[in-house]
């Protein structure tokens, strides 16, 4: 059972990853926001970091950089809608995160691609 931190805005998304991922048995931290994010990557130490790019507050490229300064060997992947954001998806890759699911994604893609990264 793994520890598993979503940072995303969207409550309608939100739910649908805590309840697919819980369903396989994670323990499931939820963030609406940036702020909230970052306090629970102290609180929860997870062992996953799921995050949307455009979050409240602080942004999904700052919460990894956090992530990576506290906790540099935790996977992480991004959510995001492609289009402008594109440049940031690749920032993201230059800073060290996993993977990268593209919006709109089934549930079940993003519970194979979570238990990929906990086989490696």
Not at 29 to 48: H, R, S, W
Not at 61 to 71: F, G, H, L, M, V
Request: hydrophobic share 40%.
């Amino acid at each position: 059972m793994k520890n598993i931190l979503v940072i995303e805005d969207d409550q309608l998304i939100l739910k649908m990853v805590e309840f697919r991922l819980k369903k396989d048995g994670h323990n499931i931290k939820l963030a609406d926001n940036g702020n909230a994010g970052i306090e629970a990557i102290d609180d929860i130490n997870p062992d996953l970091i799921i995050t949307d790019i455009m979050v409240p507050f602080k942004s999904g490229i700052e919460i990894i950089e956090y992530a990576r300064n506290k906790r540099p060997d935790t996977p992480i992947i991004v959510l995001s809608s492609l289009g402008e954001e594109e440049g940031t998806v690749m920032e993201a890759f230059n800073l060290g995160v996993s993977d990268f699911v593209p919006k709109p994604f089934n549930p079940n893609e993003l519970a194979i691609r979570v238990k990929r990264l906990f086989k490696n």
